[in-house]
């Protein structure tokens, strides 16, 4: 089998807001076509316009070449192979940071091609399945322009997931910090409160998760609020410092009463050895497309089952993403939850409309997937519509 197209779909939601926190806005959607009919489909969370221009930019010379020039003609069926051509080919301009994301992608789509054509689930081909099922958390990401308006709306969303059978959700406090939603800008009490509020709201039983998107400026100033959660019984807390402070997550490692999560942006399983060994988090949360895809995500579980700690993958676009999410899941065992947006209270279209993600959730768990592939299924008329440079789309539905 050879790889003969290589489509970028660049996609923006309809009601785009610029002071919104959610990534899930836009999208590059990579279709991969090959001579024996056969497409697998993959995307990626970062600027779509700039991983698209990583795909299809003309290279120079044998170190600084555009994706797809090195991948037309190329067998889909070594993922593995492909990947190192493609790390070496553009190490110049990659390495890291927006080439990986676009890679991460393509080897999506590469690993959905191959297990189509063995007519086998992902997971199969990364190990098999370790686990019978899936726990999905639900990602709640709250509206509102006041802390008022943010704070009800956070614990609807709350007890909307709780009342849909999810077992786990995670609150997103982003109210403070170069992350914030909306422009609010909140102290540290509010953050206790938003949190005491939700654990009130949905009962002892709910696991909770706390997003805090990287609002501390130091180390003892998160300790200062982490120590203020501990009553709340949180799972972990999620990038509580900027990434770049590997330190600062080392020291609240040694001192929080909290588990600490990161590495939704970290590209390639280097930046995962460095989040793990210099700082010392507990729950690393490779995003399947950032990463690399399926190829290094997988490397990064292997770093997390070596030091004893958890994988929770990071997902914050579409079905495509949330099925590859549960695949590496299903083959990890250091791998507890996912995580999930539920279409039902996400405000982008492109989570509601792009594709099914063939995932099925029971008594708050999902079932292992078992169409061949990543076994979602994209909607045309949704590609069409959320098309970025032709800016014809009118609906939100
Ligand atoms: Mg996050």
Known sequence: MKITQIDCHVLLVTDYDADACSSAQDDLVVVIHTDEGITGVGETDTNPWIARACIKAQGTHCMGRGLEEMLIGEDPMQPEAIWTKLYSGSKMTGRRGAVICAMGAIDMALWDIRGKALNQPVYQLLGGAVKEDITPYASLLPTGNTLDDYRHSLVDKAIAAKNMGFRAAKIEVCIKGPYTHNALREGDDAMVDLVAACREAVGPDMIMMVDVAYCWSNAKEALRVLNRLEPYDIFFLETPLDIDDLDGYAYLQTHSPVRIAAGEWQNTHWEFLDLADRGKVD????????????????????????????????????????????????????????????????????????????????????????????????????IERFNADARHATVCG
């Open 283 to 382: 729950v690393l949360q490779p995003d399947v497309g950032r990463v690399g895809g399926f190829t290094e995500a997988k490397k990064v579980a292997q770093i997390a089952a070596d030091r004893g700690r958890l994988i929770v993958p990071h997902c914050w676009k579409s079905g495509i993403g949330i099925a590859a999410s549960a695949h590496l899941c299903a083959a990890t065992s250091c791998c507890p939850f996912i995580e999930y947006l539920p279409a039902e209270l996400s405000e982008s279209c492109l989570r509601r409309e792009l594709a099914d993600d063939g995932l099925t959730m029971i008594d708050g768990r999902l079932a292992l997937p078992k169409r061949p592939g990543l076994g979602i299924t994209l909607n045309a008329d949704a």
